[in-house]
């Protein structure tokens, strides 16, 4: 019972039913083969029997002209006469006397065409008295004289029959040979699509780590498999971004909330009549919560544009000018530092995007190289053009502590932060914000050693120009 | 001022009316959009405060409608809604300003009032004067008592910006926003770096300050009283 259902499942599948349709003309194209085969071997030997017949009934009309009825009388007695022959004659009288031949009588059956009949021997006590038909051909000589000259057909009727047995297992064995094929074919299909179905099911119950086995053939259901390895992988890494978000917020959101609600219990708890206590912690309350609401517009932003929402909305933007903005913004904040931030706009070129996300990208860097470079520093804002690869290139590089290459891939997931005790002010998502905004831009992020401090990169490929 | 504030929320229309009346406005509320379009239509006021999700009535459209009959009175659109795309709209839509909740009480007030005096100032100046301080737009030149004062471009237009709202409150998100044109917050309080450098030039060698710090809020340029 266990093996029946695969296999009635397996009837209804596509494959089964396309290898179905196939077979059903198949069988169809073997059955006329078949029916050509059999009309022009039978067809070509009745031709064959009708021939010689017709010489034969020359040669005693012949006979019967130079050696009148006597001869002819003798002639088809000579004929007749032998034993096992597959000949059949009868000469009768016009009052329907039988002269000669081996037939007892007159057959009944009406001339066809010709003047051809087809009857049954052994009614007329013929040949062998074999129960096999005739086929002859009868007229009438000078004189009312009837003649029949025909064959026995048993010959060709065996064979006849024996052409139908064979082309019917012919044609048995061609069904059984496709429907076994086809079905053989559509399991070999329905086994990779049944992995495709297993494979999706586990994922469906909670392990993303599944992946779809490839047959390494390259067809189309390998390329199935691999488009859909690549969304898995494009899910998973967004559930485990997801996770890891839900996670950090949790964590990270926690503690200024608990402090915030810390801070407000304790001050009604000391009942003072001092304003200024009450005053003082309402202002630190407003700055926490300020704190908070960044956090959450940050996480927003990003959200923003790592939804692809956006995408559509792309327009050309000038790259010069988002980092001349950015500059412009940040040099009096650098400089407040003792740090010199320097820009290099060495090319004007021009990307599909979002302006304002691209600045707060470009912004967030500046940021980070001012917050994490000792004073006396310097950073080097550097906008390129075209280069290998790449349509334009944003550079923040900076001579700082900088990242260890072990690091660099950790800084860019939220809330992440290399100072683990959180000295400095930051919430640890401006890294991740640019990662977010590259990404809607296509455009790749590049962490690398500026010996000594660390350079960041914005490279644009060439298709977003 | 007169005030009418449509936001369908209670707790939020009731806080808002709160606020502006302990301002100092005359504040009409309105819950749906429906109501909100009959009062904007039957009687004057200075400013309207618009809920973006309204029942009845989307605050959009309410806004085309007014801005279809004839009714010019500056609107602050105030919604939950707040990425690039909703605030192109909200200001395609006729709306004057736009602020995303949650949103600083300052912040509000502060924008309402630029709304109204911007509004009564309509017609293009080419010179700005504060007590003793000149701005000349087309010469793109700053005396202070007399005294040429050298900006840099990036300083002339925040100074610009905080002349033509002298006496009001400016924000810092209203600076980036209309002097930079940046529609987020930098991680770090960029603009009161900016500030310090053109006190340093418009307000050091004088011995009257006229860029002044609104605690919790922001800026304000006014001369002294």
Redesign the interface.
Known sequence: MKAAIPTLRLLRTTPFRLALLYLGLFIISVGVILAVVYRSTAGFLEEEIGATIALEVAGLQDQYRSAGLRGLVDSVRERSGYSHTNSIYLLTTPGGVILAGNLSGWPDATAGPGGWTHFKISDYGGVNNRPSTAMAVSFVLPGQFRLLVGRDMSELDQLRGRMVVSLRWVFLVTVVLGLGGGLLLARGAMHRIEAINRTTHRIMAGDLSGRVPRGGGGDEIDRLAGNLNAMLDQIERLMTGMRQVTESVAHDLRTPLSRLRARVELALIRETDDPEVYRGVL?DT?LEA?RL??TF?AL??IA?AESGA?RK?LEPVRLADVVR?AA???E??AE?KGLTLVTDIRAEPTVRG?E??L??AV??LL?NA??YTPEGGRITLLLEGAGPGQVARVTVADNGPGIPADMREKVLERFVRLDTARAS??NGL?LSLVEAVARLHDASLRLEDNEPGLKVGIVFPPDAG | MKVLVIEDDQQAASYLAKGLKEAGHVVDAANDGKEGLFLAGSEHYDVMIVDRMLPGRDGLSLVEILRATGNDTPVLFLSALGSVDDRVKGLKAGGDDYLTKPFAFSELLARIEVLVRRRSAAQPQTRLAVADLELDLLSRTVRRAGKSIDLLPREFALLEYLMRNAGSVVTRTMMLENVWDYHFDPQTNVIDVHIARLRQKIDKDFPTPLIHTVRGAGYSLRAPQ
Do not use: C, H
Request: glycine share 10%; proline share 6%.
């Open positions: 202002q407003i300020d609401l960044a517009t927003l932003s923003e956006n909305g903005l412009d913004l940040y009096p904040v407040e979002n304002q996300l600045a707060q912004s967030n940021d001012i917050k002010p930051g401006g």
